[in-house]
T-cell receptor, first 116, second 113 residues
Framework: AQSVAQPEDQVNVAEGNPLTVKCTYS??????LFWYVQYPNRGLQFLLK??????LVKGSYGFEAEFNKSQTSFHLKKPSALVSDSALYFCAVRLQGYNYGQNFVFGPGTRLSVLP | DGGITQSPKYLFRKEGQNVTLSCEQN?????MYWYRQDPGQGLRLIYYSQIVNDFQKGDIAEGYSVSREKKESFPLTVTSAQKNPTAFYLC????????????FGPGTRLTVL
């Protein structure tokens, strides 16, 4: 089955340290990959996406993500974490060749806590 | 401002009542979606609409209904047949094609009393 996994429910990092939130996928064909962030009681905000081209994608708020085809991963990174980055992060994949609407699959989410 | 609005932000319902959640977008997007999010959980697709006057069931459509009479609007009705409706409901929209991301509204938190 085609799926998206976020192997860590929770990631804790000290402010100022680099952060990584992991995402792996299992799809056939070339996926479109996305990262979203959700603050408490809010909707999801789009951070960045990988479609094709350079494996390192830069997005909003200083975040970036690295696409690794051989490892089927799309990890989210930031060089220096801020307390305000504390939120729930979702990885998503858009599948090609599926009925529209059911081709956007979200991972379960990873809660990031940045400690002052 | 362009975006997606959802109302109300908080909604309380007695058991046995139907309630309707509003979702409006002025992004000129063809596709719209409804998701349900339970505490600490990911998103589950309830319904989606690719175009006006057309919509399809998602993974958890039972107990819900939608309409798409206008491009801008995609209301969701939570019926009394939905056995566990307390959740956070998110509406989204996207350009209908290709590699485009979804844009999300701020959500409606529904609580059944």
């Amino acid at each position: 089955a085609q799926s998206v996994a976020q192997p860590e429910d929770q990631v804790n990092v000290a402010e100022g340290n680099p952060l990584t939130v992991k995402c792996t996928y299992s799809v056939s064909g070339n996926p479109y990959l996305f990262w979203y962030v959700q603050y408490p009681n809010r909707g999801l905000q789009f951070l960045l996406k990988y479609i094709t081209g350079d494996n390192l994608v830069k997005g909003s708020y200083g975040f970036e993500a690295e696409f690794n085809k051989s490892q089927t991963s799309f990890h989210l990174k930031k060089p220096s974490a801020l307390v305000s980055d504390s939120a729930l992060y979702f990885c998503a994949v858009r599948l090609q060749g599926y009925n529209y609407g059911q081709n956007f699959v979200f991972g379960p989410g990873t809660r990031l806590s940045v400690l002052p | 401002d362009g975006g997606i609005t959802q109302s109300p932000k908080y909604l309380f319902r007695k058991e046995g009542q139907n309630v309707t959640l509003s979702c409006e977008q002025n992004l000129n997007h063809d596709a719209m979606y409804w998701y349900r999010q339970d505490p600490g959980q990911g998103l589950r697709l309830i319904y989606y609409s690719q175009i006006v006057n057309d919509f399809q069931k998602g993974d958890i459509a039972e107990g819900y209904s939608v309409s798409r009479e206008k491009k801008e609007s995609f209301p969701l009705t939570v019926t009394s047949a939905q056995k566990n409706p307390t959740a956070f409901y998110l509406c989204a929209s996207s350009i209908d094609d290709g590699d485009n991301e979804q844009f999300f509204g701020p959500g409606t938190r529904l609580t059944v009393l």
